[in-house]
């Protein structure tokens, strides 16, 4: 696949414009992080790109496929290839971490199959071997509604990858998180999208944990791209514009972001400890 791209993208609600003609390239194996101020159309843009806000005007395109022009089964074939991680985790709570993690292969498996929770041997294999990699190889029988929001949140990062997705949508990752998990949740995904060389679009809400983890940054403000480029050059004079007037050297001294390769020995540290 050859990656993501917006052209003139617009999403209107009556008189009120969420997007305005938003047009971005996110090239394959690409990480790029979204921030702004509430109501700058983050959200709303990770949604446009697989319908599940359906845009007003524009084109999404995906590894050359237009997903902007696709209709019922062409558009839940596509699907299958867009993973999404959501901010509130959207696990069913009365079922196990096994059986969350295979929901990901509902776009592959036929409806009886997954009613009698009949997988394919090599998927659940797959869900195996991803919960070992998320760090919750002990916890596979586990109830989703007795985890701690980290591990809820590795469930959802597990279930995602079920799908072998080219593309990952990240919805506000980290903000039911505290701190510490915040950055294992991040670290995380970077490094499976690196293994992988999956493309990703992360909406987050901390500019800091984006400046330490995130290679591109592209800053929203009332639907439109205001800012486009690398962590280093998001100046106090750039957040004023994204956020409007602040004191902003707070912010000015993270770290550029790390290469999200080595990283892994670092989260097997301070894994599922941490988290509860």
């Known amino acids: ?131 070992e990699r998320v760090g919750l190889g002990e916890f596979v029988d586990q109830r989703a509604d007795q985890l701690s929001g980290g591990q809820r949140q590795r469930v959802g990062i597990a279930r995602a990858l079920m799908q072998e997705p080219d593309l990952l949508l990240v919805d506000e990752p980290t903000a039911s998180l505290d701190p510490k998990t915040a950055r294992q949740i991040m670290r995380l995904i970077l490094d499976l999208c690196t293994e992988r060389n999956l493309t990703a679009v992360i909406n987050i809400h901390d500019v800091p944990l984006a400046k330490l983890f995130v290679p591109r940054i592209v800053g929203l403000k009332d639907g439109v791209i205001v800012f486009d480029g690398a962590p280093d050059q998001l100046t106090p004079d750039v957040l004023t514009r994204i956020y409007g007037e602040e004191d902003w050297e707070a912010t000015s001294d993270a770290r550029p972001a790390p290469s999200a390769k080595g990283n892994s020995s670092v989260l097997d540290q301070d894994r599922i400890a941490g988290e509860r």
């Open 1 to 131: 696949m050859s990656g993501l791209q917006l052209e003139n993208l617009s999403k209107r609600y009556g008189a009120k414009t969420a997007l305005n003609e938003v047009s971005l390239r996110v090239g394959e194996g690409e990480v790029l992080a979204l921030i702004g101020p509430s109501g700058a159309g983050k959200s709303t843009l990770i949604r446009c790109i697989n319908r599940l806000v359906e845009p007003s005007s524009g084109r999404i395109s995906l590894g050359g496929s237009e997903l902007s022009a696709l209709k019922s089964a062409g558009l839940r074939r596509a699907r299958r290839h867009i993973g999404m991680i959501f901010q509130e985790f959207a696990l069913v709570e009365r079922l196990t971490v096994m059986e969350n993690v295979l929901s990901g292969r509902l776009g592959y498996v036929g409806f009886w199959r997954s009613w009698f929770r009949r997988f394919p041997q090599r998927d659940v294999d797959l869900a195996f071997s991803l919960l």
